[in-house]
């Protein structure tokens, strides 16, 4: 019998074949399908003609097509219903990818036909889409040394070497100090102030190691809670300092000399390649383009921010003032704010569950997108899944075309991981005449139906559920030519931008009439409840916005300039948050010794992001404000230079076209109450 994850599938007709696929079809299949792709490399490389944009470019894009396929097909399934004999396969086949991986990245024959067309890219006449394709292809390969001379070409492997052993190591320390931490406690009234369910978590997690009582650690569920409810304020100052001191206790795990290896190594790595710094080496594939424009973006909005933070600092001073606090201190800080933030609101999240039943707000989510884009969602059951409570739908535009195919997976089970995701079983693209559709899931955890109950969400779920639900709309009007430049293949800097700017819907009166009504009694929301939630999440913004720019900050000064002369790390940063700092520095403590984010994991130069996402769709959702927040010409630019465009062309372009202007910042300051609104 036939694999059947090696045959094709394409349109409606034939989907993901879940059913058929058995765990002993993905190991052949990827054996299968890397040599596949492997001669499909080969025959590029061993073409006699000169090299051009056809014979080599895009022959090489829709190479290990079936590759991916049976890919996406693993690693969704890995993610979404995995079990142990899955996790087994996974390890046994990411070796194999990656060498996979490597042989192209190191094809020097491959590099060259890429090079010769690129070189002479003024001449061809390429359309914007062909342009950046190639321009991508040739800096896949420029930007992991392929222009360097055989000695460079040592050095660079020498010091990714060394990077990803440091990297390991900074990971490994953070984790060995979190670990190495616990809080134990026996006299209940050490808790007080804390949720129920904070309580019984600490005391499972002492009846696993057999102690009495309870146990607090450094783990996020377990610490995060305890900051922000317990009464106790020398608990809360014990456990905040044990955790801002993680890895700077010039112990065996302290990754002080770790963080400066590694920011001299990744300028090292940038110089040898080409670039300034390393912020400029990542920078040059954002949207942002250069750290220059980080920092005036960050400085800017921190100007605006400053003040209102300052105003909520003394805010919460004096609040926590009545409670005998001289000097908040950064373990008062959540705790204060939730105390804060319940005598301002007292909002209770539970009396707004029943107007968001599950299927009333998909329903609602297809309804803003029938209504902006002229889609229709006509759900299924011929489609093939890999789980029965995956829904299956089959999406059309206004004149009937099929557009995608549209998989939505709500409710947790074993085997599913934790969080909310995006993502697609088949690309889009164009090749001859047809225009092959794309296959797109999103996957959530979201509160599962009982026998009384139908699931009904939480206002996070919704905006979660509007969320991803923006990424697959990226992903389902896909109209690009390439395979690698379809859809959600932008800048991460740009990605956020359908997602979050379709989450604004959940907070207008006009769309939420059209779902959010009572289960039992069909009532419309009160809007004063939608108004609550509104500007409960926009309290003490300016403090938070504070905070998300010291951090973005701390990442620009490590990676945006020579860092050989930088001998202390605890100097550097307090020199770095001079402008960000409201609560009095701790000596014993530093955060860049255990800033993951930027040492370990992939974003370093990239912490801006969270912000600038945020002014993107502000400023995005303004326009549609402006001119109505269901207008059709508005929502069509949106759909023809952004959503349509995938990755082909600069982010910036594509936005001020759809804009008219490039993005400001004032649409969030409004949104976020951080300036008096007009
Ligand atoms: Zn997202």
Known sequence: MKNPLLQNFNTPHTTAPFSKIKNEHFKPAFEEAIQKAKAEIDEITSNSEAPSFKNTIEPLDFS???LDRVSSIFFNLNSAETNDEI??????????LSEFSNDIRLNEKLFERIKSVYDARKNLDLTVEQATLLDKKYKSFARNGANLDDTSKNKLREIDMKLSKRSLQFGENVL?????????????????????????????????????????????????????????RNLRKKLAIAFGARAFKNNKFDNQKVVLDIVNLRHKRANLLGYKTHAHFVLEERMAETPEKVLSFSNDLLEKAKPAAEKEFKQLSDFAKKDGIEQLQKWDGAYYSE??????????????????????????????????????????????????????YEVTNTNGDFIAVFYADFFPRKGKRNGAWMTSYKSQWKKDSENSRPHIS??????????????LLTFNEVTTLFHEFGHALHGMLADTVYPSLSGTSVYWDFVELPSQLLENWCYEKEALDLFAKHYETNEPIPMDLVQKIKDS??????????????????????????????????EFENQAFTDTQLYPDVAENCMSTAFSHIFQGGYSSGYYSYKWAEVLDADAFEFFKETGIFNKETAT?????????????????????????????KALLKRAGLVEKQ
């Open 637 to 665: 630019l949106l759909l023809e230079n952004v959503l349509s465009k995938g990755g082909t062309d600069k982010p910036m372009d594509l936005y001020k076209r759809f804009r008219g202007a490039a993005p400001s910042n």
């Open 339 to 392: 105390k804060l933030k319940k005598q301002n609101f007292d909002l209770d999240q539970e009396a707004l569950k029943p107007y968001f039943k599950l299927e009333n707000v998909i329903d609602g989510a297809f309804t803003v997108a029938n209504k902006l884009f002229g889609l229709q969602f006509k759900e299924v059951d011929t489609i093939d899944k890999y789980h029965k409570d995956v829904k299956t």
């Open 537 to 570: 999440s926009n309290f003490l913004e300016g403090m938070q916005t504070m905070r998300q720019l010291s951090f973005g900050l701390l990442d620009m000064q490590w990676h945006g300039a020579d860092p050989t002369n930088i001998k202390n790390v605890k």
């Open 87 to 96: 996790q087994k396969i996974a390890q046994e086949v990411s070796p194999l």
């Open 176 to 232: 060995a100090e979190t670990n190495a931490f616990e809080m134990h406690l026996t006299d209940e009234n050490q808790l007080k102030g804390l949720p129920d369910g904070a309580k019984e978590a600490a005391k499972m997690a002492a009846k696993e190691k057999d102690l009495e009582g309870w146990l607090i650690t450094l783990d996020y569920p377990s610490y995060v809670p305890f900051m922000t409810y317990a009464d106790d």
């Open 64 to 66: 290990g097509y079936t």
């Open 442 to 455: 999103i996957v959530c955890n979201f509160t599962k139906p009982t026998d009384t109950k139908p699931s």
